[in-house]
C-alpha cells in the first residue's frame, strides 16, 4: 500500500505519461468514473472532466464509468439513483463528453464486469483488503460498520478498470491505494494464468485542487460547492451565502482567509488568471465586490455549457439512448474479456 515513496513513484510514471500521451495516444485505454450521489460540480469540472475531455480530443480510447454499485458502499440507500444517473450522463454530455468517442456506461448494466470480483477476490488478502487507507476514511466518515462491499470495492473498482484493459486512471491522491491493488490484482493473476491485464496506472491532475466556497475540500455535502447544473440565480446565491471575513481589503491568503481565498481561487480558474491579481484589482471593494466578480466569471465560464445541459434536460430520451449504448458496448467488451478470463483459467466446458 502506498507511502510517501511510493506516491513519488506514482507521481514520476504520471508524468512520464502525460508527456507520452499526445505522442502516442493509441496506446492508452482510459477508464474512470463517479459515484452517482448528486450532481458534480465545479470541483469535478476543473479536477477531472475537463481533463477527460481532453484525453477523449487527443485519440485515446475513453470509458467513463457511473459507479451505480460503489453508491452503496458507504450508505444504505439507493433513493434517487435514477435521476443521479440520468443527470450524470447530462453533466457529462454538457462538458463536452462525446459518446460517439467516450463509452458511457453503469456498473450495474454489466454483469461480465462484475463478474471478475470473484477471480480478483482470491488473488487478495484479507490482510491487504484491511490496510487501505481510503476505506478506513471512508468508512469513519460514514459512521457505518465495515460491510463487505466497502472492504472489497477496491477489488470491484480494479474488475471496473480491467474488464476494458485500461492502462491510464484519471484520479486523485486518495485513490492511489485503489491503482496499487489494481497493479496488484493484475500481476497476480497473470502471474497464476498467462497474461490478460494491462499494467495500469495513475493519472494524476497537474491542475491543483479547487477548494470550495468556504476553503475547505469542495463537496456537496458541506454546502460549499457550486454545480455544474446551477442555474445564473442559483449560483448567485450560493456566492452571495457564502462566508467571507470583516476585512475589507482583499487579499488572497488561504490559510488565513479561506472563504475569501476560496471566491478568489474560483474566480481565478474561471477566468484563467491569477488570484493574486484579481485581489489586488478588487483591493478596498471588499467581499460584495468580490463576490460579483466571482458569480460573473462563474456564470460566463459555465454559459455555455449550461446551455447545453439545458438541451438535454429536455431531451431524456436522448440521453437514455446515449446510456443504452453505452451499456452494450461495454457488455460486448466484458464479455470478450470474461471469455479470456475463463479461457486463461481453464473453465471452458
Ligand atoms: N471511486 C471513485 C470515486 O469515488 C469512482 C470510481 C469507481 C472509479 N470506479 C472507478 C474511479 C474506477 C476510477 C476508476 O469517485
Avoid: W
Avoid at 4 to 26: F, K
Avoid at 117 to 122: A, E, N, V
Avoid at 239 to 245: A, F
Avoid at 333 to 346: H, P, Q, Y
Amino acid at each position: 500500500m502506498p507511502n510517501e515513496g511510493s506516491y513519488e513513484v506514482a507521481q514520476r510514471r504520471s508524468d512520464a505519461i502525460r508527456a507520452d500521451l499526445p505522442e502516442n495516444p493509441g496506446n492508452y485505454t482510459m477508464l474512470t468514473g463517479d459515484r452517482p450521489t448528486g450532481r458534480l460540480h465545479l470541483g469535478h469540472y476543473f479536477g477531472t472532466l475537463k481533463g477527460r475531455v481532453e484525453l477523449q480530443n487527443m485519440g485515446v480510447r475513453t470509458n467513463v464509468l457511473i459507479a451505480d454499485y460503489q453508491v452503496i458502499t458507504d450508505r444504505d440507500t439507493t433513493d434517487h439513483i435514477q435521476d443521479n444517473v440520468y443527470n450524470m450522463v447530462m453533466d457529462y454530455l454538457a462538458c463536452g463528453i462525446d459518446p460517439d468517442k467516450t463509452m458511457i456506461y453503469t456498473h450495474s448494466a454489466v454483469p461480465a464486469a462484475n463478474q471478475l470480483m470473484l477471480p480478483f477476490l482470491s488473488l487478495v488478502s484479507e490482510a491487504e483488503l484491511q490496510r487501505n487507507p481510503t476505506v478506513k476514511a471512508e468508512m469513519e466518515a460514514s459512521g457505518h460498520e465495515l460491510t463487505g462491499l466497502l472492504l472489497t470495492y477496491p477489488v470491484h473498482q480494479a474488475c471496473d478498470i480491467l474488464f476494458c484493459k485500461g492502462n491510464v486512471v484519471p484520479v486523485g491522491r486518495d485513490q492511489l491505494p485503489h491503482i496499487e491493488l489494481t497493479r496488484l490484482i493484475a500481476r497476480k493473476f497473470n502471474n497464476r494464468y498467462g497474461k490478460v491485464f494491462p499494467e495500469v496506472d495513475a493519472l494524476l491532475s497537474d491542475t491543483p485542487l479547487l477548494p470550495g466556497l468556504d476553503g475547505r475540500k469542495m463537496s456537496k455535502s458541506y454546502g460549499n460547492a457550486i454545480s455544474i447544473s446551477m442555474t445564473p440565480e442559483e449560483t448567485a446565491k450560493r456566492i452571495k451565502k457564502s462566508q467571507t471575513d470583516g476585512e475589507r481589503m482583499i487579499t488572497f491568503d488561504p490559510e488565513n482567509r479561506p472563504g475569501v481565498s476560496g471566491l478568489l481561487s474560483t474566480a481565478a480558474i474561471c477566468t484563467g488568471r491569477d488570484p493574486r491579481e484579481i485581489a489586488d484589482e478588487i483591493g478596498m471593494g471588499g467581499s460584495g465586490a468580490l463576490k460579483k466578480y466571482t458569480t460573473e466569471a462563474v456564470n460566463n465560464r459555465f454559459a455555455e455549457i449550461r446551455e447545453r445541459r439545458h438541451a438535454y434536460e429536455n431531451d431524456l430520451d436522448y440521453v437514455k439512448e446515449v446510456l443504452h449504448e453505452g451499456n452494450r458496448r461495454a457488455n460486448e467488451i466484458a464479455n470478450a474479456t470474461l471469455a479470456e478470463v475463463r479461457e486463461a483459467m481453464g473453465m471452458v466446458y
